[in-house]
């Protein structure tokens, strides 16, 4: 059976597979009967139409989703390299060229950070919402930096608009001033900030200079886009009320709520909820780079621009734009996966993956460095499916001296979802043997006597450290940062003998298959084969060596 039919005859994303095995190409069964018991993708379409276009819908607000499709290239493709020899970064001293002495600490544009990761724009999907206080604290917490993303203003029913001559400005929201806020809780006021994204609808709205004026935030983030889909942002919406809220704001939803058909047909029960999608950018470069001087002319302190994974001439324009426009920071998104609801071919099909992206990137960057060695360039951050340190340490290895940070959303949010479910469960006193198995513990223990300290590793440091309740969604954000992604990474750094995240090269990875050669080959990276790297010190030290 082909990996294409492996694929298609079942999708848990959309709740969809066939009655035999060995399914079309088009994920059909070889012969498709009229009284068949099981719905392929094609029979559900038949009832659910667009529905059968995102992951399961009964699930939207309460997960987020991915593509399970082989990319044919990964970053377990490469190899790091290890040394035996001396150490960088540190003195020779055997006491303290340990891993927890590896300095961490790097920069997001301006910004100082603690770890080398930040959380990609979170915006008005669900998901994001209910889970925002324990990312955003444990954001703090770990000190490094969070997004809000897209449409949280237009999206809150409680945001106050002033009328305008065009389009309304916002005067005043709840939501995005509990984001920032909640922030704020823990941050310590150097490592991390919040950063506030917009898109076309957030422009129209006037969410910038809300934000900046009235919140006093300090980084702004514009977004072109996002690796899972190549169009706006989609939610959807369970109240009729709220869609006609949302239309009258300027979103396009999805069947039209103002319609009579349509809110009778919603009264009966007959339309489950609504979509609302959000507009994509379409301005030329010069009124781009306007925008980015204006923004900069307020004082803003740091500058970002969010994008997905377009084509490759459409990727190289937008580096353009921000090397031109001498933007502070530029998130490069990977295929395939979403917080929310993005349509499962688009993730599946679309958009280039996450390490063929980064080396496009980097090939990029090294061509405008051949062309101007003393630019000074935005730092960069990549995005779409990291979610453990090996990963993070070759994604900054292959984006050297570009990338300096990993973004991620998908990874933290289950995080987040982990911790707070955990935590309910042990406060209800629910827990089973099952989470005590799960979580190491003998099974002679009664599940009835599981506490929060005993469950969460980093629990008791962060109750010393800060004295007060913290939510153990935020908890669980923290330790996932810190203690496995933070503590890896510097078991990884000692391992190459670099005792801060400057000291990487490229030469600290190696390719393994023939699939990287071509991709590091053709955008001249520099990255070796695993049978190639060293090989002159190689054949150096075994002739150099005394054998009598």
């Known amino acids: 059976m082909t990996k294409f039919s492996m694929m298609t005859h079942q999708s ?62 990964s970053y377990s493709d490469f190899q790091i390299q290890f040394e035996a020899r001396g150490v960088q970064g540190i003195e020779p001293d055997e006491d303290r060229a340990i891993f927890p002495n590896v300095d961490l600490t790097t920069y997001w544009g301006n910004i100082l950070q603690k770890y080398p990761i930040v959380i990609a724009g979170l915006g008005s999907t669900y998901v994001a919402k209910n889970n925002w206080e324990g990312l955003a604290m444990g954001a703090a917490l770990a000190g490094v930096s969070i997004t809000v993303g897209e449409n949280v203003v237009g999206m809150d029913p409680f945001a106050k608009f002033a009328n305008h001559a065009v389009y309304p400005k916002v005067i005043d929201t709840e939501d995005m ?69 949302l239309q009258k704001r300027g979103y396009l939803v999805f069947p039209d709520p103002s319609a009579p ?26 009124e781009i780079l306007e925008e980015i001087d204006q923004i900069r002319s307020k004082g803003v302190k740091n500058i970002f621009i969010k994008t997905g994974a377009y084509r490759p001439a459409a990727t190289a324009w ?23 609801m993005s349509p499962v071919g688009m993730m599946n099909e679309g958009s280039i993956p996450t390490v063929y992206l980064e080396a496009l990137l980097v090939g990029c960057l090294d061509m405008i460095k051949q062309k101007n060695p003393n630019i000074i360039l935005p730092t960069i951050a990549i995005a ?11 994604a900054l290895a292959m984006g050297v001296p570009y990338i300096t940070c990993v973004a991620m959303a998908r990874a933290p949010i289950t995080a987040a979802m982990k911790g707070k479910y955990v935590g309910d469960v042990i406060k209800k006193n629910e827990a089973t043997h099952a989470l005590l198995r799960n979580l190491g513990f003998p099974k002679e223990k009664d599940p009835s006597t599981l506490t929060l300290n005993e469950a969460f590793v980093e629990y008791d440091n962060l109750l010393r450290a800060y004295n007060r309740e913290i939510p153990t969604s935020a908890i669980g954000v923290y330790t996932y940062f810190t203690s496995k992604l933070g503590i890896g990474l510097k078991h990884l750094l000692a391992g190459v003998r670099k005792f801060n995240l400057d000291l990487i090269t490229r030469d600290d990875i190696a390719y393994i298959s023939q699939r990287a050669e071509d991709v590091c080959s053709t955008w001249k990276l520099g990255i070796k084969s695993q049978e190639s790297i060293d090989f002159e010190l190689v054949k150096k030290e075994i002739y150099s060596g005394n054998y009598e």
Not at 24 to 47: H, N, Q, R, Y
Not at 58 to 66: L, P, V, Y
Not at 209 to 230: M, P, T
Not at 318 to 340: N, P, Q, S, Y
């Open 261 to 286: 058909d349509v809110i009778e047909q919603w009264k009966e029960g007959l339309i489950p909820d609504f979509e609302r999608h959000s507009r994509v950018m379409l301005a030329s470069t010069n």
């Open 12 to 73: 848990s994303i959309i709740g969809s597979r066939t009655r035999v095995e060995d399914s079309c190409e088009s994920g059909l069964c070889p012969i498709c009967i009229t009284d068949c018991p099981v719905f392929c993708e094609v029979s559900k379409s038949a009832l659910r139409g667009r529905e059968v276009l995102y992951p399961l819908r009964e699930h939207f607000g309460n997960s987020t989703a991915g593509t399970p499709k082989d990319f044919g290239l």
């Open 318 to 340: 937008i580096i353009r734009l921000g090397v031109e426009g001498k933007v502070d920071g530029m998130t490069f998104d990977g295929a395939g996966g979403g917080t929310g």
């Open 177 to 245: 001033k509990f984001r920032v806020k909640t922030f704020r809780e823990f941050w310590d006021g150097t490592h991390g900030d919040i950063i506030v994204q917009k898109n076309v609808e957030d422009t129209r709205l006037g969410v910038f200079d809300y934000v900046s004026s009235k919140l006093e935030v300090n980084a702004l983030e514009l977004k072109f886009g996002q690796g899972a889909k190549a169009i706006g942002g989609e939610v959807r919406l369970e109240s009729l009320k709220k869609a006609q809220l």
């Open 384 to 394: 779409g499916g990291i979610a453990n340190e090996t990963q993070i340490f070759k």
